[in-house]
């Protein structure tokens, strides 16, 4: 079963670690935020978005729609099929009125001048995508903070469930998947961001964000469904 | 309390705020590993050095990281750091650098005073191995400026934790470096836009130092005899 999967891509000068062996059973999918209210161009964001920068409206619902949103389909039957473990996030203020967040943060602020991109624990738009339907055995996590490690018991879980590696997709791709990602892999965890089951609002911070990938590295869902495939046959 | 502008220039980023409120007597300065065997710490010693006199004169918290192993082996760090941080393609084996190692200490321009934290740490995030949130709590830090090295490693992974923990975060765009201009671009990108404010040294300097002095103003500190009644 345990088997080296490709790492890290050469870098000009700097040592790389350019197979690292994993033991694919120790692996789960966690998903990022992937809440109605981030999904669904009428929904949350999707509302407000469309009015004040319609060409961020379009990008992003137009890769989630085309790309991510299939690719995470993808991810998460070969997870249950193979019975790794799945992991969600919720992200939100978790009291109706936001008095959680930590009153100065910007989060705040946004709540204070009447923004709609804040979700709340319990609306239609904080729920994840109902397509999602998570199992008894799937972790749910809620969180007010970007990174699932800052607030919630994501590292408890994983330890203590044995995980070792993590498949990460969701957005946006250079805010909480990323800030996650580091996390996961400043911890130890053998951290892989699906690059083609992320979005975020501009083209250029999905590649800058990919692209300077450190204690983390990126797959597609291709790679990371086929390497896995390969070391659960063997 | 007074308002500064936080991503007042952002109009790109849904949810960016103009300008935010702040204590600016609670606000800290972190220098993120400024170590003397950094080659990368050499090119932001000067505005460092600046803004650390700065903070001083106006008697507000200075907070240093440093980063290593904390052990001379490198057990204590994970699996793939062990193998590969600072190594260049060439080296045999990592460098290792720990407490008492040669360079290990703060860069001597910007030596520690006695009673100025020096936090080490094993990662590059320092709120993944270090009791750094403690600290700052401790101080009664709610803003911190971060500088530092480099830019979208270590300070990047601080500075983003930082604001998920609710501190007003502004970064240095003159007093951090990283050796690739694109990544130190990125990280200034992202973190205007999803995290908090960037700011020059300068700018720092000119708005923190104005709301300070209206603070001064209108509260006499403590046991001053010169502040107006």
Redesign the interface.
């Known amino acids: 079963m345990r088997g080296a999967v490709p790492w890290e891509s050469p870098r000009p000068g700097r040592y790389a670690i350019a197979r690292w062996e994993i033991d694919p059973r120790r692996t789960a999918l966690l998903l990022v935020d992937l809440q109605e209210g981030h999904t669904q161009r009428d929904l949350g964001w999707g509302a407000r978005l469309e009015a004040s920068h319609s060409e961020i409206a379009a990008y992003y619902y137009g890769r989630l729609e085309a790309t991510v949103l299939p690719n995470v389909r993808r991810l998460l039957a070969f997870a249950r099929s193979e019975g790794l473990q799945v992991v969600f996030t919720r992200h939100g203020a978790q009291l109706p009125g936001g008095r959680d967040l930590i009153p100065w943060h910007w989060q705040a602020q946004r709540e204070r001048q009447g923004g709609a991109g804040l979700l709340r624990r319990g609306s239609p738009e904080y729920a994840l995508r109902a397509e999602w339907a998570p199992r008894e055995e799937e972790l749910v996590l809620d969180k007010n903070t970007l990174s699932p490690f800052n607030a919630t018991p994501l590292d408890q879980c994983l330890r203590n469930t044995g995980v070792e590696n993590l498949l990460l997709a969701g957005v946006l791709t250079n805010a909480a998947v990323e800030s996650t990602a580091r996390n996961a892999g400043d911890r130890g965890f053998n951290a892989m961001v699906v690059e083609d089951a992320c979005a975020t609002f501009h083209p250029y911070e999905h590649e800058a964000s990919l692209r300077l990938a450190s204690w983390w590295v990126r797959k597609t869902s291709e790679e990371a469904i086929a390497e896995h495939s390969a070391l659960l046959r063997g | 309390m007074g308002t500064i502008a936080?991503?007042a220039d952002v109009d790109?980023?849904?949810?960016a705020?103009g300008e935010?409120?702040?204590e600016p007597t609670r606000t800290g300065l972190l220098i993120v590993d400024m170590q003397a065997y950094s080659a990368l710490a050499l090119h932001v010693v000067e505005p460092n050095r600046r803004l650390l006199e700065f903070f001083r004169r106006h008697g507000l918290p200075v907070v240093y990281l440093r980063v290593g192993s904390f052990l001379p082996d490198a057990r204590d760090q994970?699996?793939?750091?062990r193998?590969?941080w600072l190594?260049?393609?060439d080296?045999p084996v990592?460098p290792r650098h720990y407490p008492g190692s040669g360079g290990y200490d703060v860069c001597a321009e910007l030596a520690p005073l006695p009673d100025e934290p020096v936090i080490d740490k094993n990662?590059?995030?320092a709120?993944?191995?270090s009791a750094l949130d403690y600290y700052l709590r401790a101080l009664g830090l709610?803003n911190l400026v971060v500088t530092g090295v480099s830019t979208?490693?270590c300070v990047?992974?601080t500075a983003?934790?930082a604001?998920?923990?609710?501190y007003?975060v502004i970064l240095v765009s003159d007093a951090t470096f990283t050796a690739?201009p694109?990544?130190q671009?990125?990280t200034l990108?992202?973190f205007a836009?999803?995290?908090?404010a960037v700011k020059a040294t300068d700018q720092v300097m000119a708005e923190l130092g104005a709301l300070l002095a209206g603070e001064a103003a209108r509260v006499p500190a403590r046991g001053s005899t010169s502040a107006p009644l």
């Open positions: 936080w991503q790109d980023w849904p949810g705020v935010i409120e702040i994970h699996a793939k750091r193998l590969s190594r260049a393609a080296d990592p990662s590059t995030g709120f993944n191995s709610e979208n490693h990047e992974s983003r934790d604001a998920d923990r609710g007003n690739d694109q990544a671009e990125a990108y992202t836009r999803a995290f908090g």
